[in-house]
């Protein structure tokens, strides 16, 4: 009797440990086991460190290709040391409502989220489609919540910028013509898609996002308490059809490194370098170096993956880590993610070497 239940508790120890199996290294590509032991759900996803946890905002994919439009909402994760992650739910649920914007079935794509420290709250901003419209609503949205982890209160989608020019417009882009988006969308707001938020130095927020047609990004600063956008924006990488903004600021310069456009298709990524948040950005052509051997693609595809964030790591400086997704639109549930460490040469540039595994070490003084 005693030896059965030994053996018992022995292998519910074993089983346990085996699924909370502490993680010490990130493997790129591979799945991520949350404390659950399930595939982290978390796409095209952002990151707040807050008050000693790092939480992970992103896409709660599911199966199918249903599963690329939102049936459930933005989920949140919780980790100390980035290796490993606590399912903390999700944070803002689709609505059952048909009247909402937000209902199940719409489009909810790379939730960010910021804190205030004036007001108190986290805000959340995402990428809006409203259902049944494909890609054609493109606004931007906003959520609050008191609590990091949410439940977030949705408020409203818009397209930004109504009646505004940008600090550095030019006489051209006032000019009508049948290619210049920018002029057609002045009345309405500007198109917001492929989207990020940059908090910089002395707590102003920024709001990056694919405008015009994805033709040219919009930088725009936000209001003091992160809810709205002030008016005040300026138009990067001009016609240059650049998406998936991630950004980070290194010796105050802006480092901004995005995707091309070929939807959930990788692509070959690139940067763009400014010593002004609003620009002009100077490109600096693609970080990515080496090979992904789990699917043989290179830097002229970003290793299969597609930028959503970067991250800088706590308590280290100089160390930031470039988050990118693997997609899956067959299956969206089976995305996964790439983080790869962001090293800077001897000019300052930006390098991405793939790597199989890797851990913060290599963050460390050499
Ligand atoms: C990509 C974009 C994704 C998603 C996808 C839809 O270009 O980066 O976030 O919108 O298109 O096809």
């Known amino acids: 009797m005693r030896n059965t239940f030994s053996l018992a508790i022995l292998t519910v120890t074993l089983s346990i440990s085996s699924v909370f199996a502490e993680r010490t290294a990130f493997e790129p590509t591979k799945p991520w086991p949350d404390n659950n032991g399930v595939h982290i759900n978390a796409h095209g996803g952002g990151i707040l460190f807050h008050q000693g946890l790092y939480y992970w905002f992103g896409e709660h994919k599911t199966q199918g290709r249903r599963g690329n439009t939102a049936q459930v909402g933005v989920h949140c994760y919780s980790s100390t040391d980035l290796y490993n992650w606590k399912d903390e739910a999700v944070a803002l649920h689709v609505s059952d409502d048909p009247e909402s914007e937000i209902v199940r079935g719409c489009v909810i794509e790379r939730p960010k989220v910021i804190y205030n420290p004036k007001t108190k709250k986290f805000v959340m901003w995402f990428h809006l489609e409203l259902r049944g419209q494909g890609y054609t609503a493109a606004r931007t949205a906003v959520a609050v919540s008191d609590t990091v982890t949410g439940p977030y209160t949705y408020l409203r989608s818009f397209r930004p910028n109504a009646g505004k020019h940008p600090v550095n417009v030019r006489p051209r882009d006032l000019r009508p013509g049948a290619e210049n988006y920018f002029h057609r969308d002045i009345e309405s707001g500007q198109m917001a898609r492929d989207m990020t938020l940059f908090v910089d130095e002395g707590g102003k927020a920024y709001h990056i996002a694919a405008a015009e047609e994805n033709y040219t990004l919009h930088i725009s600063l936000l209001t003091d308490d992160f809810l709205d956008f002030t008016g005040i924006f300026s138009r990067v990488l001009i016609r240059m059809h650049r998406e998936a903004p991630a950004i980070c600021k290194r010796n105050g310069r802006y480092y901004l490194l995005t995707s091309g456009c070929t939807g959930w298709a990788p692509n070959e990524a690139s940067y763009a370098v400014a010593d002004d948040i609003f620009g002009p950005y100077e490109p600096m052509g693609n970080p990515c170096r080496s090979v992904n051997p789990d699917n043989g693609m290179g830097p002229e595809l970003t290793f299969g993956g597609q930028s959503t964030f970067i991250l800088p790591v706590e308590g280290k400086s100089d ?25 800077f040469d001897a000019d300052d540039r930006m390098v991405i070497v793939y790597r199989e595994k890797w851990d913060l070490s290599v963050f460390d003084p050499q």
């Not at 880590?321 to 962001?342: E, H, K």
């Open 319 to 343: 160390a930031f880590i470039a988050m990118f997704d693997v997609w899956q639109p067959r299956n969206p549930i089976d995305g996964t993610y790439i983080w790869l460490p962001i090293e």
